[in-house]
């Protein structure tokens, strides 16, 4: 796989987070605050990406391959099970009690925000965790 | 409800949006994969072989980008309210929850709803609900 491109998608993915504020967490916090002065803003930014997206991957789903010639691997999962539910609702437990979810909090870490570094250190343990239980239920 | 419309800023969000949206049609269209933050960091604490380098790259794109963002503008200025406990607790949170949940605001929230995937719409629905039940009880509950 390309590193290069790969490169490349994370550079305008961060800087898609810095200008639509989500690299904020307190703006990503306003808008999670329904009952407060609610900020709507994150609502566009769902709209931008998923407008651009649509079209991407439904070029995607027509092709067996990448523009690069590479395989073309898109999810196959299906069931919607209690780990989907679960993980996700830990997930946004935790994204509502900072403001961070995990590319917003990688991009506010290369800013040199001590607090980022923090919680990343802290969501690759919860990662490392989740890997060790899973290879030890997996035996 | 009342809407911070001092806070509002949709045409920057949007425009955001857009360029967030392109990065994840590169991904898929160049590399063949989904952008899925997460689940690229995840995927480097179970190494494969020809599986690492492609990680890496991405990961450093996300970190590098204020690097190459403050050669053209300002700093951005990130407002982190949340004290060192609840940083650490939430990345925990985000860090298994992600990983069992098999996604996060980028796979599931704009890959997954880009492909029309409903099991990408309830994962958004689910972790979107617990984010708003969160601030709530925080801010408006606790008083946090």
């Known amino acids: ?76 999962a299906r069931q919607i099970d209690r780990r989907l539910v679960l993980g996700s609702l830990t997930f946004g437990v935790g994204w509502g009690l900072a403001g961070f979810c995990p590319g917003p909090a990688l991009v506010a870490l290369g800013l040199g925000e001590t607090k980022a570094l923090v919680f990343v250190a802290a969501m690759l343990v919860g990662m490392g965790l989740f890997e060790g239980l899973e290879r030890r239920l997996a035996r | 409800m009342t809407i911070a419309w001092n806070l509002f800023t949709p045409w920057s969000a949007l425009a955001g949006g857009v360029l967030i949206g392109v990065a994840a049609a590169m991904f898929v ?34 970190v590098a980008t204020p690097l190459l963002w403050l050669l053209f503008a300002d700093r951005p200025q990130p407002t982190i309210d949340a004290g060192w406990g609840a940083l650490v607790a939430a990345g925990l949170l985000v860090g298994i929850g992600t990983r069992y949940g098999s996604g996060c605001t980028s796979g599931h929230g704009v890959c997954g709803l880009s492909r029309l995937s409903p099991r990408s719409l309830v994962a958004t629905l689910a972790f979107m609900g617990a984010g708003f039940v969160t601030v709530y009880l925080l801010r408006h509950v606790l008083g946090a």
């Open chain 2, 29 to 62: 269209l160049l590399n063949g994969r989904i952008a899925g933050i997460s689940g690229v960091l995840g995927g480097l604490l179970r190494p494969a072989a020809g599986d690492v380098a492609w990680r890496i790259a991405f990961v450093a794109g996300l």
């Open chain 1, 1 to 76: 796989m390309n590193v290069f491109t790969s490169l490349l998608a994370g550079l305008v993915f961060g800087i898609g987070l810095i200008v639509s504020g989500m690299a904020d967490p307190a703006k990503v916090l306003g808008f999670l605050d329904l009952a407060g002065a609610w900020d709507p803003s994150l609502a566009f930014v769902m709209a931008g990406a998923i407008l651009v997206g649509v079209l991407a991957f439904y070029v995607a789903g027509r092709r067996a391959r990448t523009f690069l010639g590479g395989e073309l691997k898109l999810p196959t």
